[in-house]
């Protein structure tokens, strides 16, 4: 069986001054954390759904990754600094501590705010969400556990989501 362990987020928040949107998960998966990235997953479908939203190549580098994200606008971190997790599984998710959202808040031009599914924006609700006042809109999850949504149907919604917002 598997068991706690103590998680400390290591990636740094991708943003610039001249980013519009901020994109929320919760924490890395296990193969982000092994990556070093954002949605590393092979079976996540981030990269695909923004490459389709933007008509651009799917980003395979760190640096194609950081590249799309910057030239469009879009800045991503997660709602958790550190917490206890078993693997991945965001429902194991317990003793969060939050990340300082209102620091990039601050140093950017973001309009809207977009949870990577249910879990982040609960995380958001509960923790961030009273410092900054700033709401959050959930989008489905781009996660391989969320497989009854199909990447036509993330793509669209997606789209109306942050489309309209860059």
Same mark, same amino acid.
């Given at each position: 069986?598997?068991?706690?362990?103590?998680?400390?987020?290591?990636?740094?928040? !991708?943003?610039?001054?001249?980013?519009? /949107?901020?994109?929320?998960? *919760?924490?890395?998966?296990? %193969?982000?954390r092994e990556q070093g990235f954002y949605y590393g997953h092979p079976q996540n479908r981030f990269w695909k759904v923004l490459a389709g939203i933007l008509d651009v190549e799917v980003p395979m580098t760190i640096e194609e990754k950081k590249s799309m994200l910057l030239a469009n606008h879009i800045a991503i971190w997660?709602?958790?600094? *550190?917490?206890? !997790? /078993?693997?991945?599984?965001?429902?194991?998710?317990?003793?969060?501590?939050?990340?300082? !959202?209102?620091?990039?808040?601050?140093?950017?031009? !973001? *309009?809207?705010?977009?949870?990577?599914?249910?879990?982040?924006?609960?995380?958001?609700?509960?923790?961030?969400?009273? %410092?900054?006042?700033?709401?959050?809109?959930?989008?489905?999850?781009? *996660?391989?556990?969320?497989?009854?949504?199909?990447?036509?149907?993330?793509?669209?919604?997606?789209?109306?989501?942050?489309?309209?917002?860059?």
């Amino acid at each position: 069986m598997a068991e706690y362990q103590h998680i400390h987020h290591t990636f740094e928040p !991708i943003y610039n001054d001249r980013s519009k /949107i901020l994109i929320l998960g *919760s924490l890395p998966s296990v %193969k982000s954390r092994e990556q070093g990235f954002y949605y590393g997953h092979p079976q996540n479908r981030f990269w695909k759904v923004l490459a389709g939203i933007l008509d651009v190549e799917v980003p395979m580098t760190i640096e194609e990754k950081k590249s799309m994200l910057l030239a469009n606008h879009i800045a991503i971190w997660d709602v958790i600094e *550190s917490c206890d !997790i /078993i693997g991945s599984s965001d429902s194991s998710i317990r003793n969060v501590v939050p990340a300082d !959202i209102g620091t990039v808040l601050e140093k950017t031009d !973001i *309009s809207a705010v977009f949870a990577n599914g249910k879990k982040a924006e609960s995380l958001y609700q509960k923790y961030i969400f009273p %410092k900054t006042k700033v709401p959050v809109m959930v989008l489905p999850s781009t *996660s391989p556990a969320n497989a009854a949504c199909s990447l036509e149907k993330l793509t669209a919604v997606w789209g109306e989501g942050i489309g309209k917002r860059l």
